[in-house]
Nanobody, 125 residues
Framework: QVRLVESGGGAAQSGGSLRLSCAMS????????MGWLRQAPGKEREGVAV???????QYADSVKGRFIFSQDDAKNTMYLQMNNLKPEDTAKYYC???????????????????RGQGTQVTVSS
């Protein structure tokens, strides 16, 4: 059973930065899709970024150029570095994986099978 635990959320001012971490366990194969999604109150879940099995990365247009998705296989951890934060980035952020896919669109991340409990990010203007 894949287990994901996020950390690193919190409050930031507009233009600030935060880094989210996601510790992963319960799997032995790492060449599947991993991603981040978010959900703001009253809004649908939105895929933020995805890393495919070939390590290519795709970002949602809303975060492109500001967020950086990376992973450390040795630590079984993935990261989301969020720079130049905006109030519209306020949401609960989740990491997610789907062991059935080695390639997926960022729009599919909200449908990934495994998801963490989420961490809140609040950006004030």
């Amino acid at each position: 059973q894949v287990r994901l635990v996020e950390s690193g959320g919190g409050a930031a001012q507009s233009g600030g930065s935060l880094r989210l971490s996601c510790a992963m366990s319960g799997y032995t194969y790492t060449r599947f899709c991993m991603g981040w999604l978010r959900q703001a109150p009253g809004k649908e879940r939105e895929g933020v970024a995805v890393i495919n099995g070939d390590r290519s990365v795709q970002y949602a247009d809303s975060v492109k150029g500001r967020f950086i998705f990376s992973q450390d296989d040795a630590k079984n951890t993935m990261y989301l570095q969020m720079n130049n934060l905006k109030p519209e980035d306020t949401a609960k952020y989740y990491c997610a994986v789907d062991t059935a896919y080695t390639r997926a669109s960022v729009t599919f991340v909200p449908d990934f099978v495994y998801r963490g409990q989420g961490t809140q990010v609040t950006v004030s203007s």
